[in-house]
């Protein structure tokens, strides 16, 4: 159960015996914004690098090491209309090495990072800002130059071309990048530190009020916290956007964005989660086999779903000169589930595997933290493990069609060889 450490602060304790390790993690949420998303990806990279205190990584790597090689990083996310600040710190137990002071010393250690950043006179230190911002730069280009995560980022893009925000990657882009100055990005810090909703899970061997005990002296600014809708909806289109861009690949990349009303929360989520593991999300499934292994049309063809935007995405890497052919052969996939052209057999497979990722991620602390983040935010979707397998596996063949009939495409992409 969360811990209200303030308004918008929240603690909570995930005790486990199944860890030789403790791992705390801070989530800070805020609204995604194109205007903010690049500042507080490279805020995220200055952090990391050093602080007031430790100047410089060589600094902040020794205390690292002197935590008995702890691990520590920070990182941005984008969950619906969130942007998210993740700060993660893994420590041994204390209890396996003799040393009962480790978490204490390790909550120190984030206490420095989060408030006594490498900032003087109002500004960051300038060859580290000036550092990570190039780096942080080179990076975004870098993953243009991937042709497979630049289709993924242009459908996105197109997907949400009426939406200036949802447009925008979590990590931003470096075009404002390129204006943001260190002295900006210490408001954006302060923005971070005063407004954003802060969630803190620690998991492992440890009690609640060793826990409590760490944080007491943790001082967040006392302000009125934003707290934004988590979900994002946007209107169906009538007309299907298109997009083809020309370059120089060896292989042609063939991305859809489809429309889906079934929301995280939802009780036909189910539904849809085995619908993706028919359609694409599987070895089993009908894109897979269809597409890539009878048809050799694809030498990927893959789907996932985000439930927080209500979007659905087929990911393809094709010949080129096959583009409408596998255009026409991934409609007639989705039309097939459509028309309940699958067996139970199909569906027990993927009830099985849906149900073994979801007893895998009860070993993975991350996995715990993520979905105690979510009941959370959304404690009326909370459910027990039971009650989430059981509902996995009442889903019907008839349910599935209905989430399969409720998809339309609305966007398609295509990466292709110079013409």
């Given at each position: 159960?969360?811990?209200?450490?303030?308004?918008?602060?929240?603690?909570?304790?995930?005790?486990?015996?199944?860890?030789?390790?403790?791992?705390?993690?801070?989530?800070?949420?805020?609204?995604?914004?194109?205007?903010?998303?690049?500042?507080?990806?490279?805020?995220?990279?200055?952090?990391e690098t050093n602080s007031l205190h430790y100047p410089d990584q060589t600094d902040l790597s020794a205390k690292l090491a002197d935590l008995y090689g702890a691990s520590f990083g920070l990182?941005?996310?984008?969950?619906?209309?969130?942007?998210?600040?993740?700060?993660?710190?893994?420590?041994?137990?204390?209890?396996?090495?003799?040393?009962?002071?480790?978490?204490?010393?390790?909550?120190?250690?984030?206490?420095?990072?989060?408030?006594?950043?490498?900032?003087?006179?109002?500004?960051?230190?300038?060859?580290?800002?000036?550092?990570?911002?190039?780096?942080?730069?080179?990076?975004?280009?870098?993953?243009?130059?991937?042709?497979?995560?630049?289709?993924?980022?242009?459908?996105?893009?197109?997907?949400?071309?009426?939406?200036?925000?949802?447009?925008?990657?979590?990590?931003?882009?470096?075009?404002?990048?390129?204006?943001?100055?260190?002295?900006?990005?210490?408001?954006?810090?302060?923005?971070?530190?005063?407004?954003?909703?802060?969630?803190?899970?620690?998991?492992?061997?440890?009690?609640?009020?060793?826990?409590?005990?760490?944080?007491?002296?943790?001082?967040?600014?006392?302000?009125?916290?934003?707290?934004?809708?988590?979900?994002?909806?946007?209107?169906?289109?009538?007309?299907?956007k298109e997009e083809v861009i020309h370059e120089p690949v060896t292989q042609a990349k063939l991305n859809l964005g489809y429309q889906t009303s079934v929301y995280y929360g939802d009780s036909?989520?189910?539904?849809?989660m085995i619908f993706n593991g028919l359609f694409g999300g599987f070895p089993h499934s009908k894109l897979f086999l269809n597409v890539r292994e009878k048809e050799s049309l694809a030498y990927?063809?893959?789907?996932?779903?985000?439930?927080?935007?209500?979007?659905?995405?087929?990911?393809?890497?094709?010949?080129?000169?096959?583009?409408?052919?596998?255009?026409?052969?991934?409609?007639?996939?989705?039309?097939?589930?459509?028309?309940?052209?699958?067996?139970?057999?199909?569906?027990?497979?993927?009830?099985?595997?849906?149900?073994?990722?979801?007893?895998?991620?009860?070993?993975?602390?991350?996995?715990?933290?993520?979905?105690?983040?979510?009941?959370?935010?959304?404690?009326?979707?909370?459910?027990?493990?039971?009650?989430?397998?059981?509902?996995?596996?009442?889903?019907?063949?008839?349910?599935?069609?209905?989430?399969?009939?409720?998809?339309?495409?609305?966007?398609?992409?295509?990466?292709?060889?110079?013409?």
């Open positions: 159960m969360a811990i209200q450490l303030q308004p918008g602060i929240q603690l909570t304790v995930i005790p486990t015996e199944k860890y030789k390790t403790i791992r705390t993690f801070l989530r800070f949420s805020a609204p995604h914004s194109k205007q903010t998303a690049a500042k507080r990806t490279l805020l995220t990279s200055l952090l990182n941005v996310g984008k969950k619906g209309n969130l942007h998210q600040i993740n700060v993660a710190l893994s420590l041994v137990n204390g209890k396996y090495i003799g040393n009962d002071e480790v978490f204490t010393e390790g909550m120190n250690f984030l206490k420095e990072i989060l408030f006594y950043p490498n900032i003087k006179e109002n500004t960051f230190d300038q060859e580290t800002f000036r550092l990570e911002k190039d780096n942080l730069i080179a990076y975004i280009k870098s993953l243009y130059e991937d042709k497979q995560t630049m289709a993924s980022l242009r459908l996105q893009e197109l997907y949400f071309s009426e939406d200036a925000n949802q447009k925008v990657p979590s990590f931003g882009t470096y075009q404002h990048l390129e204006q943001v100055t260190a002295q900006e990005l210490v408001e954006t810090y302060q923005a971070m530190l005063h407004h954003d909703q802060i969630d803190i899970f620690v998991v492992g061997d440890i009690t609640e009020a060793q826990v409590k005990a760490a944080f007491a002296t943790w001082e967040f600014p006392q302000t009125k916290r934003q707290r934004p809708e988590i979900f994002y909806q946007q209107p169906a289109s009538a007309t299907i036909r989520r189910f539904a849809l990927y063809a893959s789907s996932s779903v985000d439930t927080f935007r209500g979007l659905v995405t087929v990911q393809t890497g094709i010949d080129g000169k096959n583009r409408a052919r596998v255009l026409a052969l991934v409609e007639e996939q989705l039309a097939s589930l459509c028309a309940g052209e699958f067996t139970e057999a199909e569906i027990d497979q993927t009830k099985a595997m849906l149900r073994n990722q979801f007893l895998l991620s009860l070993d993975n602390p991350q996995a715990l933290i993520e979905t105690a983040y979510l009941n959370q935010w959304l404690p009326e979707t909370k459910l027990s493990e039971e009650e989430f397998l059981s509902s996995l596996m009442a889903v019907t063949k008839e349910e599935i069609q209905a989430v399969a009939q409720d998809i339309t495409l609305q966007a398609i992409f295509v990466l292709d060889g110079e013409e």
